[in-house]
């Protein structure tokens, strides 16, 4: 559309940013996490355009913020309702989002505990650890680590699950 200024005609060619910022216009939270696939034109690259290399940045920056923003809502809105299983994806996107962080992750480990699933919990803080001591050079935060211990010591003390091959036949 237009002369001067080169736009995609919405009504010919869909992209998933605008999807991305309707949903986020329309405040559908859960849809725009759904929407975003990752970091904005990732291995997009123009040479001699530093002008488009600084736009792309700050468009990447923008972007990752809105759906943290979003995911982060999406958790808030699950809690209030008492959605563990929605809170859970989201949780599980900010993990994916921004893998280093403690608090994040002791939200991710936390929802995985709410559902039930404390193998998944703890597997998550051992792969957790093994990142930050990797690209940070430190160990994780501590509140990860007393929460993944917490669940060990829960998962020691819980009684075994019988099997239906071990029940007896009536």
């Known amino acids: 559309l237009g002369s001067a200024e080169r736009r995609l005609n919405p009504d010919r060619i869909s992209a998933d940013v605008m999807e991305f ?3 986020l216009e329309l405040g559908d ?3 725009a996490v759904a929407l975003y ?3 904005f034109l990732e291995g997009f690259f ?4 530093s002008e488009f290399e600084r736009w792309q940045e700050e468009e990447r ?3 990752a913020k ?4 979003a995911a982060e809502a999406v958790v808030k809105e699950a809690s209030k309702a008492g959605d563990p299983y929605r809170a859970e994806v989201a949780w599980r996107r900010l993990a994916s989002l921004d893998p280093l962080s403690g608090r994040i992750a002791l939200g991710y480990m936390t929802s995985l505990a709410a559902i039930g699933d404390r193998a998944r919990a703890l597997a998550f803080a051992r792969e957790h ?3 930050v001591r990797r690209d940070l050079d430190a160990p994780p935060d501590p509140e990860v680590t007393r929460f993944a211990e917490k669940l060990r010591r829960e998962l020691r003390s819980a009684p075994p699950v019988s099997s239906p091959a071990s029940e007896p036949v009536p």
Not at 46 to 49: G, M, N, P, S
Not at 66 to 69: C, D, G, K, P, Q
């Open 129 to 131: 650890e093994v990142k």
């Open 61 to 63: 920056a923008r972007l």
């Open 21 to 23: 910022r309707s949903a």
């Open 37 to 39: 696939s990752g970091p």
């Open 66 to 69: 809105a759906v943290t923003i």
């Open 29 to 31: 939270h859960d849809r």
């Open 46 to 49: 123009l040479a001699d355009a």
